[in-house]
Each structure stands twice: as structure tokens, then as C-alpha cells.
């Protein structure tokens, strides 16, 4: 594959997405997960497509891709989801559907969102707790990065430069910090709720939502004892922000 500037990179890069019908656990099994990355190196090949990036899961599949003609790239998926729902019914003895809708994708906007889609694709094995460390999930190329497996073309295709490994490593732990974060904030505000509940003696959150009284106290609670804004709070107790504001300013 010839290479390319890297301010055309723009419209070069998808991540690419398909998920089992329903969410049914269509590559479970390994021999799934291996038929389909078969099929997807296969084809890929045959169209000048290269995959930079992949983790199969459990019902779904990330993939990240460098193209030179779009129309290869859906006729591509076209191929390899027909042939992998082909087989995978006569081997399920089963009919119908296997993929939901067709697939996603999602055009690469800059070098940031580039390098956080590779490592959001090689951290769903450890987000889904399927492994402790990522080197251990055999259905990525997280491995083959870290070994030194990957193409050198490949590799200044993503990364603009051969010398790849300490840029590879930084990007996967800025990564992971940001993601411990968030969890740790989720486990905040989820301790803030059940505090809340069990020190007022209310089952569920929706009772709380429907007064008034005991909302605006739990809001402040959340504001006092996490790190959440209005809209965050909106979220998570699954109400409109207005609502926040129009109870504050009724205290005003």
C-alpha cells in the first residue's frame, strides 16, 4: 500500500464496528473469533485495506482500518459478514440473521481521536473483565504491538514515525488513567445514592426524583461528595437538567 501524507489521514481511518443480532455472543466460541479474523485479513488484503487495529469480543468486533477506496470497504464487510453468518449458521444448525444491522463506523477526525481509538479497541477485553492485563486477551493486536509484530508501514501509517514502542505504551496509560477515573467517580456517586437511600429509608430512585424535597437534597449531596456536574447529575438520576436548575433557583 503506498503511503500517504499525513493531512490526508482525515479520510483515510474508520473504526469499524460489528455487533451479533441482538447482542446473541456470536464469537463466543474461538473458533468464531478466529474464523473472522480470517476472513477479515482475507479480504482486506485482497482490497488493499489494511487493519491496524482489532479486539474480538464476546458478541461484537472493533475494527481499525486504513482504506484508499470506501466503496472496497463496504463491499469488503459486505463479504465477510455474509460468509462468517454462512457458516456460522450451518455450524449452529440455525437460520436468520446474525449481525446487527449492517455495521458501524466512525470516520477518524485527528491524530488525538486516532490514537484513543486504538486504545479504546484494545481496552474492551479488560473493560468487559475478561482479562487483568491486556497483554493477556489473545483476540487483539495489543500483543503484536507490544512484540514488536506489527508492519513496519503499519506503524508510520499511525504513528508517523518506525520508533513507535514508548509513544504505543504513553497513549495506553493516559488511557487508563482517564478510565480509572471515571470509574472511580461512578463508585462515588453510586455510594452517595445508596448512602442517601438507606439514611432516608427509600428503596428505589425514582421515589426520590418524584419529590421534590428529597431530590434537591440528594443534588446537593452529589455536588458536596463528587466530582459531577449539573448534567451529569441529570444523568445518572435520569432527569432533565432544567429540572436542576429550576429546583436550585427555588431555593434561591
Do not use: W
Not at 449481525?99 to 481509538?117: A, G, T, W
Not at 486504538?118 to 495489543?142: Q, V, W
Request: glycine letters at 2%; proline letters at 0%; hydrophobic letters at 35%.
Amino acid at each position: 500500500m503506498s503511503r500517504i501524507s499525513r493531512k490526508n489521514y482525515l479520510s483515510s481511518f474508520l473504526h469499524i464496528m460489528v455487533q451479533g443480532i441482538n447482542r446473541e455472543y456470536i464469537f463466543q466460541k474461538n473458533y468464531f473469533k478466529n474464523l473472522y479474523m480470517n476472513l477479515t485479513n482475507e479480504k482486506f488484503n485482497e482490497n488493499n485495506i489494511c487493519l491496524l487495529a482489532f479486539a474480538i469480543m464476546e458478541n461484537h468486533a472493533h475494527l481499525l482500518i486504513r482504506f484508499e477506496k470506501i466503496e472496497d470497504v463496504s463491499n469488503c464487510m459486505h463479504e465477510i459478514n455474509q460468509t462468517f453468518a454462512q457458516i456460522y449458521n450451518k455450524v449452529e444448525n440455525r437460520v436468520g440473521y446474525v449481525f446487527r444491522d449492517r455495521y458501524k463506523c466512525e470516520q477518524i477526525k485527528d491524530e488525538s481521536h486516532l490514537y484513543n481509538v486504538l486504545a479504546y479497541i484494545h481496552f474492551n477485553p479488560y473493560k468487559a473483565k475478561l482479562i487483568e492485563k491486556l497483554a493477556d486477551y489473545k483476540y487483539s493486536s495489543y500483543v503484536d504491538y507490544i512484540k514488536g509484530n506489527i508492519e513496519k508501514e503499519k506503524v508510520y501509517m499511525i504513528f508517523n514515525t518506525y520508533e513507535y514502542k514508548e509513544i504505543f505504551i504513553e497513549l495506553h496509560k493516559e488511557y487508563f488513567d482517564k478510565y480509572l477515573k471515571n470509574v472511580t467517580i461512578e463508585k462515588t456517586y453510586n455510594d452517595v445514592i445508596n448512602e442517601f437511600k438507606l439514611k432516608n429509608k427509600i428503596e428505589s430512585t425514582k421515589i426520590i426524583t418524584k419529590e421534590n424535597n428529597l431530590l434537591i437534597n440528594l443534588i446537593f449531596e452529589l455536588e458536596n461528595k463528587t466530582n459531577l456536574n449539573d448534567k451529569q447529575i441529570a444523568t445518572v438520576l435520569g432527569i432533565g437538567k432544567n429540572r436542576i436548575g429550576y429546583l436550585k433557583n427555588k431555593l434561591k
